[in-house]
């Protein structure tokens, strides 16, 4: 039973205070709880809504096989792309600073399919399910008012402190420029798997091979709010985007289960392969669903409790999408 905080207030003499009281949920609920933020949106998906596909071909670094045994490093494979903007609102404004995110669906030589799923912003917006779904409760606009009660959101991040991350880095780095010119970060722990069943816990990255660029202040300010898919479009038509698909490797003391801490800088990193984006892939990816879980032979996933969530959250999204809903 995973417990979460939902938002309780009290009136003091002097100043109001608020305060958080636990309650149980499970996929179902935070579903829920993403449609009273963006509404019902039938046949979106209810996380990262708004998005564009693309495909392309992951070129394995051969020496990644020290570190797993996955068929993943064994030869080229098709790459199901998509990219998006954070929340469930299918018209979100990419001038916002709010995370991007990317999936994979790498499609191996011997049929096997490999996912991954990450973000913009290189930590999650908090330790636990619980904290996430604490802090988006927050955010649901007054059925009165239709406002959200920024004091309370405040409240509930100095009370939760790792929600506070992903917050300050948003509020820090400008909006990405497009969406191939941005790292991507996979946030969560996993583990590769060598022949001697050793395993090596890492945390991945996309890092693009040219320089990264942001909007300008005046840019977000005058930019219309959907801009990213042209962008990408009318990039590929000039050439090919290349990624270097990175892991970072732990080292003992690293938080393995808690995606709103990041790891230091200096930790080591190896190269995977690379990443080709060759074209826009039309509807191509509407169909697929990202599950971070879904590995090849040769990976883990952790115990991250968010990390694990997610199998649950995408399947019942996945489900009403197919259905309408």
Known sequence: MIKITSLVCAMCLVLPTVSF?????????????FEKLSGKQPGIRKGHAKGVCAVGTFTPNQAAKQYSISPL??????????????????????????PRGVGVQFVLENGDVHNIAGLSTPVFAGKSPEAFFGLLSTLVPDEK???????KVKAYREQNPSTLGQFNWLQSHNPPASYVSSRYFGVHTFYMVDEKGAKHAFRWTMVPEEPEQVLTEEQMKTFPKSFLAKRLEEGLAKGKVHYRFQAQLAKPGDALTDPSVQWPAERK??????LTIESTGESGCDLTNYDPNLLSKGFKPSDDKVLKLRSTAYAISFAKRLTGQ
Request: no cysteine; glycine share 12%; net charge negative.
């Open 21 to 33: 009281a636990e309650q149980s949920v499970n996929g179902q609920d935070f579903i829920n709880l």
């Open 73 to 98: 490093f064994n030869a080229p494979s098709k790459t199901n792309i998509r990219f998006s903007m954070g929340g469930g609102n299918p018209h979100a404004d990419e001038t916002s600073r709010s």
């Open 145 to 151: 008012t239709g406002q959200i009660d920024y004091a």
């Open 269 to 274: 990193t190896i190269n995977l392969g690379k």
